[in-house]
């Protein structure tokens, strides 16, 4: 089973700003051009998101800057935002982080997980798993989400603390309950596994189904599983060819796998080998053996393709590479 880390970073948004048209952005204008730090922070919103005014990313950092200058915790935060990811301004890790560090030290949940990550990744800072945990602790403290993700990652791993499943497993839940799709799919491993809680396959397709519902790609293949195996769910080749599909189409590389092999055996759906050399050949593009061994298979033996000893050679010899026995007795026949 997949099983994703979470990175994300995010902006501090606020709900309020730009909605209506330019009498409510040209009203935070005013007060802008008065030195009012809510208000600037509120039209780098409108810039930003282009509610209210043209937007322009520029402009949004240019007022970003004047409120965080004022020490406006949000605006710092969405200004490091802007720094990390080269909106407005020339992409700037080092900045980035002495403005998340400047939120941080505030208190504001989305800038102490956005630094967390920085020292996680070291991007603008020198990596520090223990510097990163503590900044997710801090988030994931005040209800972060995000935060709570990667410090669930965090104790599973044991990087910047002392590994511990069972503590993972309870910060993976307070994300899933928020609705965290990533955190939703890391629960699902953990009670497929039976890693930090009792091994429950009834509960993993929940959490599984709650996140591929999300449109979260690992969960959707995981789903797929569950339902192909009838593990906790009745089996049904159909739905499990449906979630393959679903991930399938995000560039899933495994699944891509799994569904070529769907079509291959004709299950959940008619037997159609074109189709499985189209998904193998996908995930085979991707370099994963498996597919890259099936389609050298589909070559040789002309399944879904006119028969071709040359490429069938080409495509065990790439699975071959990375090990693939089967693959390597092919090419033995072959030579």
């Not at 040209?26 to 780098?44: C, I, R, S, V, W």
């Not at 935060?77 to 909106?87: E, P, Q």
């Not at 798993?129 to 599973?156: D, I, M, P, R």
């Amino acid at each position: 089973m997949k099983s994703p880390k979470d990175k994300i970073f995010e902006s501090q948004d606020n709900g309020a700003a730009g909605q209506g048209m330019s009498s409510e952005a040209l009203e935070y204008l005013k007060k802008a051009q008065q030195g009012d730090p809510e208000a600037q922070f509120n039209l780098g919103v409108c810039y930003a998101s282009g509610k209210g005014v043209k937007q322009d990313w520029q402009k949004a950092t240019e007022w970003y800057t004047k409120a965080a200058e004022q020490g406006l915790a949000r605006a710092q935060c969405n200004l490091g935002w802007c720094y990390a990811n080269g909106k407005g301004v020339k992409q700037d890790w080092q900045k980035a982080t002495e403005w998340y560090t400047k939120a941080a030290e505030q208190g504001l949940a989305k800038a102490q997980g956005n630094l967390g990550w920085c020292y996680e990744e070291g991007k603008g800072v020198k990596q520090d798993w223990q510097k990163a945990t503590e900044w997710y602790t801090k988030a994931a403290e005040q209800g972060y989400a995000n935060a709570q993700c990667n410090l669930g990652v965090s104790y599973e791993n044991g990087k910047g603390v002392k590994q511990d499943r069972q503590k993972a497993v309870e910060w993976y839940a307070k994300a899933a309950e928020q609705g965290h799709a990533y955190a939703q799919c890391n629960l699902g491993i953990c009670y497929e596994s039976g890693k930090g809680v009792k091994q429950d396959w009834q509960k993993a397709a929940e959490w599984y189904t709650k996140a591929a519902e999300q449109g979260f790609a690992a969960a959707q293949c995981n789903l797929g599983v569950c339902y192909a195996s009838g593990k906790g769910v009745k089996q049904d080749w159909q739905k499990a060819v449906e979630w393959f599909t679903k991930a399938a189409e995000q560039g899933d590389a495994k699944v891509q796998y799994n569904l070529g092999c769907c079509y291959a055996n004709g299950q959940g759906v008619k037997q159609d080998w074109q189709k499985a050399v189209e998904w193998y050949t996908k995930a085979a593009e991707q370099g994963y053996a498996k597919a890259q061994r099936n389609l050298g298979w589909c070559y040789e033996d002309g399944k879904g393709v006119k028969q071709d000893w040359q490429k069938a050679v080409e495509w065990y010899t790439k699975a071959a590479q990375q090990g693939d026995e089967y693959a390597k007795e092919a090419l033995k026949r072959l030579r």
